[in-house]
């Protein structure tokens, strides 16, 4: 691949099902790659579930070779035992790409799908029309998880060369722990 040429995973992390989507940028210009969910509801064992989660993620990085991974922040609800879930989904997912020095990117919800649909209100639908739509997908899949990936690809690539509002990004574990120091338990 050139230096003009990226490949940006988007993940939206979850634990009943983890969609993820791939898009190549060639000179500027998004191309679509890949669109898929992982079904986790299956396995009652939540460990389970996290290993599952953590070996796709390896298995699309060392497939794609991904440059980058954008992945959706958890979003702050009432339920504290869900919120757990899905932030250590996400945490799995985030180990994996560390683990094989990919540079990640969070985004919040809202931030997503300001950048999909101009309203950061949207609905999984009007995303998923608007990036059917801008990507020129024929078809969307009947559950919307794996476009909730794919657009936290596209958000990352919208983003890409902005300072200002850009989610954390971590390039591998020293930088994840310089910018984490306060949550770091030193004994």
Known sequence: MSKSER????????????GFGLIKVVD???EFMLLNEL??????DHYKRLKLIFDRTIELIDNYHPDEIAIEAPFFGKNVQSMLKLG????????AGLSREVTITEYAPKKIKM??????NASKEQVAKMLQSTLGLKTL?????STDGLAAAVCHFYNSGKT????KSYSGWDSFVKQN????NKQ
């Open 181 to 184: 120091e306060k949550r770091i």
């Open 88 to 95: 250590r989904a996400q945490g799995v997912a985030m180990a």
């Open 115 to 120: 950048a999909i649909t101009g309203n950061g």
């Open 39 to 44: 079904q986790l509801s299956k396995y009652d």
């Open 164 to 167: 200002i509002g850009v989610g």
């Open 141 to 145: 899949p009947k559950n919307l998880d």
């Open 28 to 30: 500027k210009k998004m």
């Open 7 to 18: 490949i940006i995973l988007g993940i939206d992390p979850g634990t009943t099902i983890m």
